[in-house]
């Protein structure tokens, strides 16, 4: 009986305990404790992943601290080359498209290491009301330094979650619609009402207007990626970004460089910090000679009579001689000793004034000049040259360069036959997609020689001087050296010598992807081989 009684006690307590904790959930709660809904405690990582991720600047061996190791290796010793925008200091034999497998697999190491950063994001906060702007931003971003990493090494495998430990490599054309698709969703997903980053974002700093024109503004650039290989595709998402609205004038994308060593803005750092000369290309010195008919305002002793007024801000004298002159790309290493210790025959990038210089990432005269091909290509309804004008202002205006109205109206061409003028049609090498490239090609200048690769491989524009050696055992190049033959340069870079050793069957299908062997002339998806370079001159 006793049994009885103590028993019935216990369970009538068990069940008041249960009742109160059922009823008084909310008193055992620390009312000022913010809870996974009420905010997204992953905008510290974003951060972290935009700074330390961006065109890969700041990151060293892969992981997320400091130091330009990616940028100088992957960046400025092979992208500058291949764009020929510059020419650094030293002996590397990338200049001649030689790989160094070491880089690449740094590179591969630290971008894995971002987009399984993105992917742990996106998987933790999709879920979350109170995290749907930080997931949108993750979403653009992977699609960002994703097709970035496609753009240097073609199809490699793309995962999607942090479940996908060793995924397949994907084809490119899969990946692009991908990437179409979720831009697009982002945009959508993104809600001025709900919490997103505000300090931890270091390019618009919390501005979704801004984040989403950028998103857009990536759309119609991949969308023009994919003009030769499938111009459909290229015209709906060309529309459709232009139609969601891209970036406008004063929003582009920069980020400021943070303390620490190798953290100050990378070309200051390597030319000031390092004594390692960045100098002109002779591809670059034809480009901007001539051209706007304006006048040499730089301190050269020796210089053409006529300079693009970028062009004397870009470049300063060469330290021997006074000369403002580039140097030929890929001269073999018994010539390139000519060019000096420094490169101090040849002249040296000047825009360093500051370690504190912002990077660009995304400027909006490149959106201007590609609205401008877009609707001069037909892909979208708008005017071509109102669209060119604006990028060659904003560009302009950017740089504080003078005489922009009479640069504008000149007929006169540079070394190539390209001329300023929109409505002049005279010559060889000056139509007006070879303009419009020709001036989106300037206006990058320095920091975005990404996209000058790209065009020149998807284009072969602008006009280049063939690099006079290039390694045979690194890619199959022809014999002559033609302007006109878009197999002369560059297509991509291997993929890293782990991935055929440790990821064997992986590696294979990747191969496969490619159509073609791992090397460098073998040709990425959006790679059609078009010429549409005119040019005379040889």
Same mark, same amino acid.
């Given at each position: 009986m006793k049994k009885y009684i103590l028993s019935s006690w216990i369970l009538a $307590? =068990?069940?008041?305990?249960t009742g109160c904790e059922q009823g008084l959930d909310g008193l055992n709660d620390n009312p000022n404790q913010p809870t996974a809904d009420m905010y997204d405690f992953n905008k510290s990582t974003i951060g972290t992943v935009l700074r330390y991720g961006v065109d890969m600047n700041f990151t060293l061996n892969g992981g997320l601290v400091g130091a330009a190791h990616l940028h100088e290796r992957i960046k400025n !010793? #092979? &992208?500058d080359f291949y764009s020929q925008y510059i020419n650094p200091s030293g002996g590397w034999t990338t200049r001649n498209y030689t790989p160094n497998g070491g880089w690449n697999g740094d590179y591969w190491k630290a971008h894995y290491q971002w987009l399984s950063t993105l992917n742990t994001v996106i998987a933790q906060g999709k879920d979350n009301p109170m995290a749907q702007n930080g997931v949108a931003l993750a979403r653009v971003w992977r699609v960002y330094i994703q097709s970035q990493a496609t753009d240097f090494f073609g199809p490699i495998p793309f995962?999607? *979650?942090p479940a996908e430990a060793n995924p397949a490599y994907e084809s !490119?054309?899969?990946?692009y619609n991908f990437f179409f698709a979720e831009l697009d969703a982002a945009v959508k997903q993104f809600s001025p009402g709900k919490d997103f980053l505000t300090a931890e974002d270091p390019i618009y700093f919390g501005d979704i207007t801004k984040w989403k024109q950028f998103a857009n503004s990536l759309r119609l650039r991949l969308a023009l990626? =994919? *003009?030769e290989v499938n111009p459909q595709l290229c015209k709906a998402q060309a529309e459709a970004a232009f139609a969601a609205g891209v970036m406008q004038q004063g929003n582009d994308a920069k980020i400021a460089g943070t303390t620490g060593w190798g953290n100050a803005y990378n070309y200051y750092m390597y030319q000031v910090g390092w004594g390692e000369k960045m100098v002109m290309t002779s591809s670059f010195q034809k480009i901007l000679t001539g051209i706007g008919g304006v006048a040499y305002a730089g301190s050269a002793e020796t210089h053409p009579s006529d300079v693009d007024p970028r062009g004397s801000i870009y470049f300063d004298p060469s330290v021997t001689g006074k000369k403002w002159v580039g140097v030929y790309p890929g001269l073999p290493t018994g +010539?390139? =000793?000519n060019i000096g210790s420094t490169n101090a025959?040849? *002249? +040296?990038? #000047? &825009?360093?004034s500051s370690d504190k210089r912002k990077i660009d990432l995304f400027l909006y005269p490149e959106v201007c000049f590609m609205l401008a091909e877009a609707a001069e290509r037909g892909f979208i309804a708008t005017d071509a040259k109102t669209w060119y004008e604006n990028g060659v202002k904003a560009s302009f205006a950017a740089w504080n360069a003078g005489n922009v109205n009479s640069y504008l109206a000149s007929n006169a061409k540079n070394a190539w036959g390209t001329s300023a003028s929109y409505d002049d049609?005279? $010559?060889? $090498? #000056?139509?007006k997609l070879e303009k419009i490239i020709t001036q989106k090609y300037i206006a990058n200048f320095p920091d975005v020689s990404l996209q000058a690769w790209n065009d020149k491989r998807r284009l072969n524009l602008p006009a280049f001087d063939v690099p006079k050696e290039r390694d045979p055992g690194a890619g199959t190049f022809p014999a002559t050296f033609d302007i006109k033959d878009p197999k002369n340069f560059i297509s991509r870079q291997i993929f890293p010598q782990s991935e055929s050793l440790n990821n064997q069957t992986n590696y294979n299908a990747g191969v496969q992807l490619l159509g073609g062997a791992d090397k460098v002339s073998t040709n990425v998806w959006w790679d059609k081989d078009k010429n549409y370079c005119t040019s005379s001159v040889q």
């Open positions: $307590g =068990v069940v008041l305990l !010793l #092979n &992208i995962p999607k *979650s !490119l054309e899969a990946q990626k =994919v *003009s +010539e390139h =000793v025959y040849m *002249s +040296e990038v #000047n &825009i360093l049609a005279t $010559g060889a $090498g #000056n139509t």
